[in-house]
């Protein structure tokens, strides 16, 4: 007897939801079976293509991503940019800096 391809049945559970998988893996196989008798490369270039032919959204199983997001890494991310561009703009540093400096100490002031 001659199975069907298993490149396209591993594709198949792979991206078929549970609750789909034996009922849409069965139909295939009896297609598979019955196409068997024309010709077998025919049978095969057929269950490959009814395969691909069910890769819709509503049989998709939902993939969940194994990869935590860290923040830690996001922020640091962020220092080295900031380092960076306020020593490439040494003038335009200092400015900000006094300004914030003056800011600051105006509204010290003004609550003191």
Same mark, same amino acid.
């Given at each position: 007897m001659?199975?069907p391809p298993?490149?396209a049945?591993?594709?198949?559970?792979?991206?078929c939801r549970?609750?789909?998988?034996?009922?849409?893996?069965?139909?295939l196989?009896e297609?598979f079976?019955?196409d068997i008798?024309?010709s077998?490369? $025919?049978?095969?270039w057929?269950?490959v293509?009814?395969?691909l032919r069910y890769?819709r959204?509503?049989f +998709?199983?939902a %993939?969940?991503?194994?990869?935590k997001?860290?923040?830690?890494?996001?922020?640091?991310?962020?220092?080295?940019?900031?380092s960076?561009t306020l020593?490439?703009? $040494?003038w335009y540093?200092?400015?900000n800096?006094a300004?914030l400096?003056?800011?600051?100490s105006?509204? +010290?002031f003004? %609550?003191v």
């Amino acid at each position: 007897m001659t199975n069907p391809p298993k490149y396209a049945l591993r594709f198949l559970r792979w991206f078929c939801r549970e609750d789909c998988i034996d009922e849409i893996e069965g139909d295939l196989m009896e297609v598979f079976k019955k196409d068997i008798g024309h010709s077998l490369g $025919k049978a095969r270039w057929k269950f490959v293509w009814s395969v691909l032919r069910y890769l819709r959204p509503e049989f +998709i199983k939902a %993939f969940r991503s194994s990869h935590k997001q860290n923040n830690l890494d996001m922020y640091k991310n962020y220092f080295k940019i900031g380092s960076r561009t306020l020593v490439r703009n $040494k003038w335009y540093t200092a400015i900000n800096v006094a300004g914030l400096a003056l800011a600051s100490s105006i509204l +010290i002031f003004l %609550f003191v």
